[in-house]
């Protein structure tokens, strides 16, 4: 059984069809990317897996079980995490308190845990113990106590990432990590996912532009044009699909494209 299922799931604004019946599958473990041109309705999609939209019709499941009707923090809770396109860090706050507040959502304190002495403190010790094991297994622990500010572009990226890995989530939904990024930070980046795939063996979704990044970690792609699905499968079968070509790449782009081995 795949890990994420999409039955003809679709979003209407109005007259706009942002999501348009896209039926699709997601397997346990692998790395899928979500590409297309500006308003093909990716981010819409992942809107809808994390509930900040609702379903106008058709259904998304998650370990067989329907996401229709559950809120985006349960949705969380049940093991699905994202990160955004813009950095959503706190930069006044240090790396490890900024990796810390990703553990919130997964802790259930009673009023007791706020108002016994101690208690508290096991439940903080808990969260710092989750953010450090993390830091440590993603190579960022030398990172901990610098400001969120202090940090270089894809760095910021990569604790983006760890604080949406810290509550251990089954799947991980990427939304264009490699944006404002320079070849070597790209690079950076496609190692970093690669290590979340085969170490923690986590299944990744990612919505991303950069085609060398799209060809190097992808196992899976999925196509969106105008809210449709227009292609699903192998990325090399995928990316020369002929209407994936019109609709996205371009012959130019695709040509230079298909000569990056």
Do not use: W
Not at 13 to 34: K, L, P, Q, W
């Amino acid at each position: 059984m795949p890990i994420l299922e999409f039955d003809n799931a679709s979003k209407f604004f109005g007259g706009v069809r942002a999501v348009d019946a896209v039926s699709a599958e997601v397997s346990a473990g692998e790395i899928t990317s979500i590409i297309g041109p500006n308003g093909a309705g990716k981010t819409t999609l992942f809107n809808l897996i994390t509930g900040a939209y609702k379903l106008t019709s058709g259904d998304i499941r998650f370990n067989g079980k329907s996401l229709a009707g559950y809120p985006a923090h349960s949705i969380h809770a049940l093991g699905i995490s994202r990160t955004f396109q813009n950095i959503r860090l706190f930069p006044s706050m240090n790396v490890l308190a900024n990796i810390m507040i990703g553990t919130q959502s997964r802790q259930k304190p009673k009023v007791l845990d706020l108002l016994i002495p101690g208690r508290n403190n096991r439940l903080e010790k808990t969260m710092r113990q989750s953010a450090e094991g993390v830091l440590d297994l993603l190579g960022l622990t030398s990172k901990a106590d610098l400001m969120a500010s202090a940090l270089a572009y894809g760095e910021q990226r990569r604790v983006e990432i760890a604080r949406a890995l810290v509550n251990d989530p089954e799947i991980l939904l990427l939304d264009e990590p490699s944006a404002g990024m320079n070849v070597k930070e790209a690079k950076d980046l496609m190692e970093f996912i690669a290590r979340i795939k085969t170490e923690l063996h986590k299944t990744v979704i990612v919505i991303e532009h950069n085609m060398r990044v799209v060809r190097h970690i992808s196992d899976r792609l999925i196509v969106l044009d105008h809210g449709c699905k227009i292609a699903d499968g192998d990325p090399e079968q995928v990316l020369l699909d002929p209407q994936v070509v019109q609709a996205y790449l371009g012959k130019s782009e695709l040509t230079t494209y298909a000569k990056v081995q």
